[in-house]
């Protein structure tokens, strides 16, 4: 089984500062690694997704993840955030075997600052 | 156009009523998914169906019966509706059902039992 957990549920950050969302996963098996954004009143869209290569991925909007396999965690940063990138981030696995399964953390909201 | 569409978006009910929410995808994917969102946002998968095949079935109570009339549509019915089935649901769709795919998520639907 897998889980995943989100350090914050809630993060402040001031307009052009940078930002980091935590994300741990606990997996008996390896996973793909995703990242998918809520805008308010709205369903999920992508980030940004890792499935193998170079550690680093890039997504869109300017956010960018890091793949750590030793510390099982994949954290997702952006150098400078916009009052747009208010929204909820969610951060999920799904098991590399089997039919696509994924597995949410509890999102953390991202509230940008004027 | 609208990629993933449900309908109704905002459903309130009654205790023990029995209700239906539909959901078509127009991406042209032969896999699509129901996906329940708790009050504290908590996004938990339901169902997923590949080309109108069930091919996971979480632990959902059997009031809650999918149906797929063809691989561009996934609705979901539910009997005898409870207080705790309020939430929001997303249907989702992907290419494929082999893990790494990105699922594209509709608006949602707001289900408020009273």
């Known amino acids: 089984a897998q889980s995943v957990t989100q350090l914050d549920s809630q993060v402040p950050v001031f307009e052009e500062a940078p930002v980091e969302l935590r994300c741990n996963y606990s997996s008996s098996v390896s996973v793909y690694l995703f990242w998918y954004v809520q805008y308010p009143n709205q369903g999920l869209q992508l980030l940004l997704k890792?499935?193998?290569?170079?550690?680093l991925v890039k997504g869109i909007n300017g956010f960018e993840a890091e793949f750590n396999k030793s510390q099982t965690s994949f954290h997702l940063r952006k150098p400078s955030v916009h009052i747009s990138d208010t929204a909820e981030y969610f951060c999920a696995v799904s098991p590399l075997q089997g039919a696509q399964k994924l597995v949410f953390g509890q999102g953390t909201r991202l509230t940008i600052n004027p | 156009d609208t990629a993933v569409s449900q309908t109704p978006k905002y459903l309130v009910t009654q205790m023990g009523n029995d209700k239906s929410i539909k959901c078509e995808q127009n991406?042209?994917?032969?896999?699509m998914y129901w996906y329940k969102q708790d009050s504290k946002k908590f996004l938990k998968i339901m169902f997923s169906?590949?080309?109108?095949?069930?091919?996971i079935n979480e632990t959902v109570p059997n009031r809650f019966s999918p149906k797929s009339p063809d691989k561009a549509h996934l609705n979901l019915h539910i009997n005898s509706l409870e207080l705790g089935d309020s939430a929001v649901y997303f249907c989702?769709?992907?290419?494929?059902?082999?893990?790494?795919?990105?699922?594209?998520f509709g608006p949602g639907t707001r289900l408020t039992v009273t």
């Open positions: 991406l042209g994917h032969d896999t």
């Open positions: 890792y499935l193998s290569g170079s550690t």
């Open positions: 989702a769709s992907s290419q494929g059902t082999v893990p790494g795919y990105e699922q594209y």
């Open positions: 169906y590949n080309n109108k095949e069930l091919i």
